[in-house]
């Protein structure tokens, strides 16, 4: 993953409400799943252990962690931000459960921007194969002027 | 309209976690953006510590006699609730300050409130944890609220 897309300088004179933000393809697999839960210590069978998962709790598959699926909320902003701004809040919910094996996208749409004191707000998701949000939020960010 | 919530459990308002101090790490910095498939460089490199880090570092390490069967661990800081199956729940963060390898943080956990709510399907009880990162200069640094509804 050389190319990020990222620009060398976003300024906050070009950003509109309305501007979208770079959608992401997001294919997490057994391997990446295991990792986060393990950076965390967080050993919820549902996470790893498929059998238990599907027959005791009756999910279709191992639930992807709803705070992995929140921080690629955090990296869809700060990917766009660059080098030209610093993510300051965000709030988002899990609304509904994903599964390891779905395809799932992330991305978002600048809603308000407030050029005197470099504020910008951003309606962010992740969304399901069926184009479902699962995941929305909203990520404050403050923009250099130039 | 009765209530779940009785006096008892509302006294749990204001509970407070023991503050929990954690040193930041090249190492745990790299695993954490590597695992959640981050992209910046700076963050592969344990240089500086990505967005929600702060999620593993102070998640709760516990002994393997303290998980339940199904690999939980039980948080102390909250009271027994009369519903018991939980939906989903939200959080708003405030990033304060930026976080690099070498810092010592401390979180302060709080249980803020204790609501109810009747919904279409039955009551729906809402409680809201806020969680204090501090550094070793006492500065803030992250704020965390989270919102969590049983049903």
Known sequence: MSDLGLSEKRSLVSVRVGDALPERALTPDNVQLFLYNAALWNAHRIHFDEPYTRNVEGYPGLVIAGPMLGDWLNQCVEEWLGDSGRLLSIEYSNRAATYIGETLTSGGTVIAVDQPSGEVQVEVFVKNAAGEVVTPGIATAVMEAE | ?151
Do not use: C
Request: proline share 6%; net charge neutral; hydrophobic share 40%.
């Open chain 2, 1 to 151: 309209m009765t209530t779940l919530l009785s006096d008892e459990l509302l006294a749990n308002i204001g509970r407070q976690s023991t503050p929990q101090r954690e040193l930041v790490t090249r190492r745990d910095i790299r695993k954490y953006a590597i695992a959640t498939g981050n992209r910046q460089r700076k963050y592969l490199d344990g240089d500086q510590a990505p967005p929600m880090f702060h999620v593993a570092l102070f998640w709760d390490v516990v002994e393997l006699d303290k998980l339940t069967p199904d690999g939980v661990s039980i948080d102390s800081l909250l009271p027994k609730f009369p519903l018991e199956r939980a939906m989903a729940g939200g959080l708003r963060i405030d990033y304060l300050k930026p976080v690099f390898p070498g810092d010592w943080l401390t979180a302060t956990r709080t249980l803020t409130n204790i609501y109810e709510k009747h919904g279409r399907s039955g009551p729906l009880i809402f409680y809201e944890v806020d969680m204090q990162i501090v550094n070793d200069a006492g500065e803030a640094v992250i704020r965390e609220q989270t919102t969590r509804i049983l049903r």
